[in-house]
């Protein structure tokens, strides 16, 4: 990547060296931008990638991409992270009421109490999604503060 070094050459101007000596010493940011603060800082200074490496300890790839995102797309790309794309959530905060709701009623006949299998069961019955999985329920009920019937919860049974 020594080759490419040329082509992403980092300029500062005196307004973006003092606010990033400034985000520096306010320490108010995260680590990683701040990281990528003294990349752009040394690699302005006209440092090499593999000197900024070994005094700050990080990888050739983060080195090369700050430059590359700072000459690129600017300052604030070249600091921050790209949103990372994330799967949506099978329900919405309608539906995990519902299915809370659920959970805290009585149980179908022939079982002692809800099962996450059976809660399950219940939202794909529903129609709130195609498949849904005991372990989506446990994080949906894991959410709330309530407590479905453990005495040692503090709750009492009916």
């Not at 082509?7 to 306010?26: G, Q």
């Not at 149980?107 to 529903?126: F, I």
């Not at 372990?135 to 959410?143: A, Q």
């Amino acid at each position: 990547m020594a080759m490419k070094q040329a082509k992403y050459v980092v300029d500062l101007n005196e307004e973006e060296r003092a606010w990033l000596e400034s985000m520096l010493r306010k320490g108010k940011s995260s680590a990683r931008m701040q990281t990528r603060a003294r990349i752009l800082l040394k690699a302005a200074s006209g440092m090499l990638n593999r000197d900024i490496m070994s005094a700050l300890d990080v990888s050739e790839t983060m080195v090369f991409r700050a430059r590359q995102r700072f000459v690129e797309e600017g300052m604030e790309a070249a600091l921050r992270d790209k949103p990372r794309p994330g799967q949506k959530p099978k329900l919405d905060d309608r539906q995990c009421a519902h299915l809370i709701a659920i959970a805290c009623s009585d149980a179908p006949d022939g079982h002692d109490h809800w099962t996450l299998r059976l809660l399950a069961d219940k939202v794909v019955e529903l129609g709130f999604a195609e498949a849904f999985s005991h372990e989506g329920v446990r994080s949906v009920l894991k959410k709330t503060s309530s407590s479905h019937g453990k005495r040692s919860n503090g709750a009492s049974r009916r």
